[in-house]
């Protein structure tokens, strides 16, 4: 057991599928890592052949959401190394999911600007549904954010508001794919969900099969970790950490742009144009925009299911006055 997990961590993830953890880091080592990964985002957002993703480009500033393969040594940046090599994530892991050796097969570094931001409902994977209300400590996956700046806004449901919950609002499987297949932002009733509020330093470790939502009121820096056990030993491991890779998180892994795109789904988002530009950013400020989309989507036959099970639009998502 890693002496930073606790009974009640354990018992908080099992039950409702979260949990935050102390990493109890040196502040200078996390001040440090912070400035390491704005090197990284800078460095992505200048050079067009570093992998990255762009959700909501503005005006007047490159918006980078999210710098992919974060450990490879072409966008890694030393401070980072010298922060993994204390944090030992790959403890935490092992001994929230009891699992003897746990592998990183999914990593991005979330590094939005100063931008109010809400992504849609989604699960990670969904082919244990029924088996939603187990213990979370039974999945073969787990999520891992830590957090380099506080973390206000992320979301996940409540399990007894889940699928078959005692007071479920997602009560059959067409809910939930009408859920994850609606393209903007929605508001469930308040009661229903978790909301997070990650200090500095702090790991959040949750259940994928959950369904939950990203988002948040400001500047983020935060590393999102995917993590499943391997039960033959064939992968690698980077020096600086405690937990194996698959080969394109490998530190040495060549960045084969057109092999990452085609064979491995990993972005190069470039800009948008500049009319998409300034159309996000006026309504960032106004909400103009999303009027007639908005109108569009309330007359669709899913939405009038989700809205008998207490899911709304959320209107004032991903601008300055998102609450």
Same mark, same amino acid.
């Given at each position: 057991?890693?002496?930073?997990?606790?009974?009640k961590?354990?018992?908080e993830? @099992?039950? =409702?599928g979260?949990?935050?953890?102390?990493? %109890? +880091?040196?502040?200078e080592?996390i001040?440090?890592a !912070? $400035?390491g990964?704005?090197?990284?985002?800078?460095i992505?957002?200048?050079e067009?052949?570093?992998?990255?993703?762009?959700y909501?480009?503005h005006?007047f500033?490159?918006?980078?959401?999210?710098v992919?393969?974060?450990?490879?040594?072409g966008?890694?940046h030393s401070?980072?190394?010298e922060?993994?090599i204390?944090a030992?994530i790959?403890g935490?892991?092992?001994?929230?999911?009891n699992?003897e050796?746990?592998?990183?097969d999914l990593?991005?570094l979330f590094?939005?600007?100063?931008?109010?931001y809400r992504?849609?409902?989604?699960?990670d994977?969904?082919?244990d549904?029924?088996?939603i209300?187990?213990?979370? @400590?039974? =999945?073969?996956?787990?999520l891992v954010?830590i %957090? +380099?700046l506080?973390?206000?806004g992320?979301?996940? !449901? $409540?399990?007894e508001?889940e699928?078959n919950?005692?007071n479920?609002i997602i009560?059959?499987?067409?809910?939930?794919?009408?859920?994850?297949?609606?393209?903007?932002?929605?508001?469930?009733?308040?009661?229903?969900?978790y909301?997070?509020?990650?200090k500095?330093?702090t790991?959040?470790i949750?259940?994928p099969?959950?369904?939950?939502?990203?988002s948040?009121?400001?500047?983020?820096?935060d590393?999102h970790?995917?993590f499943?056990n391997?039960e033959?030993?064939n992968r690698?491991?980077?020096?600086?950490q405690d937990?194996?890779?698959?080969?394109?998180?490998?530190e040495?892994?060549?960045l084969?742009?057109?092999f990452?795109?085609?064979?491995c789904?990993i972005?190069f988002?470039q800009?948008s144009?500049?009319?998409?530009?300034f159309?996000?950013?006026?309504?960032?400020?106004?909400?103009?925009?999303r009027?007639?989309?908005?109108?569009?989507l309330?007359r669709k036959h899913?939405y009038n299911?989700?809205?008998d099970?207490?899911w709304?639009?959320d209107f004032?998502?991903?601008?300055?006055?998102?609450?």
């Amino acid at each position: 057991m890693d002496s930073r997990v606790t009974d009640k961590n354990i018992f908080e993830f @099992n039950k =409702r599928g979260w949990t935050v953890i102390d990493l %109890n +880091l040196d502040d200078e080592l996390i001040k440090n890592a !912070l $400035k390491g990964v704005r090197k990284m985002k800078s460095i992505a957002t200048k050079e067009k052949n570093k992998p990255r993703r762009i959700y909501y480009d503005h005006f007047f500033r490159n918006n980078i959401a999210a710098v992919e393969l974060p450990f490879n040594k072409g966008i890694c940046h030393s401070s980072i190394k010298e922060f993994f090599i204390e944090a030992k994530i790959g403890g935490i892991v092992k001994s929230i999911m009891n699992w003897e050796n746990p592998c990183c097969d999914l990593a991005r570094l979330f590094c939005m600007g100063n931008y109010k931001y809400r992504g849609c409902w989604h699960r990670d994977y969904n082919s244990d549904l029924e088996k939603i209300h187990l213990d979370s @400590n039974l =999945r073969k996956i787990v999520l891992v954010g830590i %957090n +380099l700046l506080p973390q206000k806004g992320f979301r996940i !449901l $409540k399990k007894e508001y889940e699928f078959n919950g005692i007071n479920s609002i997602i009560p059959n499987m067409d809910i939930d794919k009408a859920i994850r297949s609606f393209n903007f932002p929605l508001d469930p009733p308040e009661k229903t969900y978790y909301k997070m509020n990650a200090k500095i330093g702090t790991a959040l470790i949750f259940d994928p099969l959950i369904i939950h939502q990203g988002s948040n009121y400001s500047e983020r820096f935060d590393f999102h970790m995917k993590f499943c056990n391997l039960e033959n030993v064939n992968r690698k491991k980077n020096k600086f950490q405690d937990f194996y890779v698959i080969d394109i998180l490998h530190e040495n892994y060549k960045l084969d742009l057109d092999f990452l795109i085609d064979k491995c789904n990993i972005p190069f988002h470039q800009r948008s144009n500049l009319i998409n530009r300034f159309a996000n950013s006026v309504d960032y400020f106004t909400s103009l925009r999303r009027i007639l989309k908005i109108f569009t989507l309330k007359r669709k036959h899913s939405y009038n299911l989700l809205k008998d099970e207490g899911w709304k639009v959320d209107f004032l998502s991903n601008t300055i006055f998102q609450d």
